[in-house]
């Protein structure tokens, strides 16, 4: 059974926005803090965001200002509006619990940040 589904990536110049979206089966985003992670080829899976069910968020330094974390409870969705968009930003996103704890993760979705 799919547990999580990210969508909303694609290629973005500097300075773009972009707005990902992370469906998630109601077992786990009801009672769990949701993140946001990205991974770039030959370096660890990093959080970047994460919102608790109450909505009360955290970001990493590295995006902090520049990107959104949300969530729609009734729709068990997690957003992450993404602007300022720089190169560094580049990498396959995933959507999880925080801290993760084992469920399996979904196919992510890319973003490159590229002139």
């Known amino acids: 059974q799919v547990q999580l589904v990210e969508s909303g990536g694609g290629l973005v110049q500097p300075g773009g926005s972009l707005r990902l979206s992370c469906a998630a089966l109601?077992?786990?985003?009801?009672?769990?803090?949701m993140g946001w992670y990205r991974q770039t080829p030959g370096k660890q899976r990093e959080l970047v965001a994460d919102i608790t069910a109450s909505g009360s968020t955290k970001y990493a330094d590295s995006v902090k200002g520049r990107f959104t974390i949300s969530r729609d409870n009734g729709g068990n969705t997690v957003f992450l509006q993404m602007n300022s968009l720089k190169p560094e930003d580049t990498a396959v996103y995933y959507c999880?619990?925080?801290?993760?704890?084992?469920?399996?993760w979904g196919q992510g979705t890319a973003v490159t940040v590229s002139s």
């Open positions: 109601r077992t786990i985003f009801n009672r769990h803090t």
């Open positions: 999880n619990t925080s801290p993760y704890w084992g469920i399996s």
